[in-house]
C-alpha cells in the first residue's frame, strides 16, 4: 500500500458545485496532515491543515478519520479560481519529511 | 522577497553532463528539504537538513546525487553525469525545526537533452 494515496481525477464541475477529494494513508502513527494546492508549473502552497477536530476555511473544509486512516478536503461553491492539482499531504512518525500524494486534479468549468 | 529562492529556474544540460542547483531558504527556518516532482507525480523526497547536518539521505535517488548545506543556510544539489531520466523538476522547501508546514521554493526545471 502506498503510504498517500489519492483519486487523480480528473474532476470537472461547474462553477458553484460542491466537490470532495479523498486521500488514504497507510501509517497509522502519522502525526500531521496538510492539503497543499499546486497551480500548473508552480510550486506547491498550503491551503490548509487538517486537525482531528475538523476545520474549515471559508469555502474549504478538511477532515480527518484516524480510525479508517482517511483524510478529504470539501470546496463548496467552486470557483474557476480553484483550478488546479490538490495534493494530500501527511507527515510519518519520527524525524521524516511530509509525504506528498500524487495529487487530485480539478477543472472548474463556467 | 523573503521566500525560498532557487536558482537556476530552468537548466537544459547535455546527458553526461553535471548540473547544481542552488536553494536559499526562508532565513530563520532551520530545516531545508529537497523533493523531485515529475509529471502527473506528486513531490518525491530525496534528502533534508537540520541546519548544516544531513539527516536522511537515503532517499536520494542515485549515487549520482548528492547535497550540501555547508554552513547551514544556502543547499546545493548536485547531479552528476546527468541522464534525460533525470528531466524533472527539482523543488527546495524550508520548515522551522517546530513546524512541520512546509514552505516551497518556485523550483528548477531540468531538461535532459
Known amino acids: 500500500r502506498k503510504e498517500v494515496e489519492q483519486d487523480p481525477g480528473p474532476f470537472n464541475v461547474p462553477e458553484g458545485a460542491t466537490v470532495a477529494f479523498n486521500c488514504t494513508y497507510s501509517?497509522?502513527?502519522?502525526?500531521?496532515f496538510f492539503w497543499y494546492r499546486q497551480d500548473c508549473r508552480k510550486e506547491p502552497k498550503l491551503l490548509m491543515s487538517v486537525y482531528s477536530s475538523g476545520n474549515e476555511d471559508g469555502r474549504f473544509t478538511a477532515q480527518l478519520n484516524r480510525a479508517s486512516q482517511y483524510i478529504s478536503l470539501l470546496i463548496r461553491d467552486s470557483k474557476l479560481s480553484d483550478s488546479a492539482t490538490y495534493l494530500c499531504?501527511?507527515?510519518?512518525?519520527?524525524?521524516?519529511?511530509?509525504?506528498f500524494g500524487k495529487g487530485t486534479r480539478l477543472s472548474v468549468i463556467a | 522577497d523573503t521566500g525560498v529562492s532557487q536558482d537556476p529556474r530552468h537548466k537544459i544540460t547535455k546527458r553526461g553532463q553535471n548540473v547544481t542547483f542552488r536553494c536559499d531558504p526562508i532565513s530563520e527556518h532551520n530545516r531545508l528539504y529537497w523533493y523531485r516532482q515529475t509529471l502527473g507525480q506528486g513531490p518525491e523526497f530525496l534528502t533534508y537538513f537540520q541546519n548544516e547536518a544531513q539527516l536522511e539521505k537515503s532517499r536520494l535517488l542515485s549515487d549520482r546525487f548528492s547535497a550540501e548545506r555547508p554552513k547551514g543556510s544556502f543547499s546545493t544539489l548536485e547531479i552528476q553525469r546527468t541522464e534525460q531520466g533525470d528531466s524533472a523538476m527539482y523543488l527546495c522547501?524550508?520548515?522551522?525545526?517546530?513546524?512541520?508546514?512546509?514552505?516551497f521554493g518556485q523550483g528548477t526545471r531540468l531538461t535532459v537533452v
Open positions: 501509517n497509522s502513527a502519522s502525526q500531521s
Open positions: 499531504v501527511v507527515n510519518p512518525p519520527g524525524n521524516t519529511p511530509l509525504v
Open positions: 522547501a524550508s520548515s522551522l525545526e517546530s513546524s512541520t508546514e512546509a514552505f
